[in-house]
């Protein structure tokens, strides 16, 4: 059958009322520290990074849709219909795949062809994560990103460590925060436009950007599918700032020394096991997409 024929199973109110009160839940361990952070004027440079740099409101996060599959019975779904993607089916109401917008549907079929590409190509776990190294290579010291962190080494000590090991970052949104001196050390020189050619699911970036293609569709995927995402971008960013040169001992973060061989085995082991927990993720955002994309 085709995806974008298929009649959505209809939730009763009470059912769909109490899904979206555990999402409100569960998302809200995520977006009340943040709020309060921002409120008090700090700044967290693990969390906030997925905030402040995917710029998915913590408003926008909360908010439960329940995706193309499902359909709301009862008088509070009509709260529902103040969304232009959402229209009354049968007495009750649904998302409306045809509301997508050309645009918009451009784009799905991109993000379509991506994450089909990235889930096709074998994962890469060589890089251990050096971009991050790569962004501060060379940088005078008020000029790295994080500059109220201290970091682990020097800038001579970590210019060392960068000429001592090949850099292997397929990741253009990674690549461009390298610096000048950086890039031409990279052995890929990835573009926006490259990118499904380069993006594959050892890399943390591109999982990390599953959260990033899930709420770009919102309301269109499911939310609990968007805060899977959040979850594992979380987890990963964790990982990330813990391999830097960054010092976050301060917040209890202890750093995998990727300048070592131990460190580096250790970097390796949560890249799998990312990309283990990307799989699924990734097949969902696809089905979704699938649906959407799908000609009537």
Known sequence: MNAALASPLVLPEARWLALRAEHETRVSAWTAPHQERAARGEAHPVHDFLFSYYRFRPS???????????????????????????????????LNPAALGPRRR?????????????????????????HEWAMVYRQPPGAVRHAAWPLRFDAG????????????????????????????LNRLQPTRASAP?????????????LYKWAFKLAPFTPSELVADCFALARDIREVDMRASPYDLAALGYA????????????????????????????????AVLERLTSPA
């Open 255 to 286: 750093p995998i020394p990727i300048e070592t061989a131990e460190g580096r085995a250790e970097y390796e082991r949560h890249q799998r096991a990312f990309s283990r927990r990307s799989e699924p993720l990734r097949a969902r955002l696809i």
């Open 197 to 209: 050619d380069l993006e594959q699911s050892g890399c943390l970036h591109a999982n990390m950007d």
């Open 106 to 130: 451009e784009s799905a079929a991109w993000m379509l062809h991506l994450l089909r590409l990235t889930a096709a190509r074998p994962p890469q776990f060589a890089c251990f994560g050096l």
């Open 60 to 94: 926008w996060l909360r908010r439960w849709h329940p995706g193309p599959d499902l359909a709301l019975a009862g008088a509070a779904a009509r709260d529902y219909l103040q969304w232009p993607e959402y229209h009354e089916v049968d007495g009750s109401v649904a």
């Open 157 to 184: 000590t970590i210019a060392r460590l960068v000429e001592a090991q090949p850099i292997r970052c397929s990741h253009f949104d990674a690549f461009r925060f390298f610096t000048a001196p950086a890039r031409p």
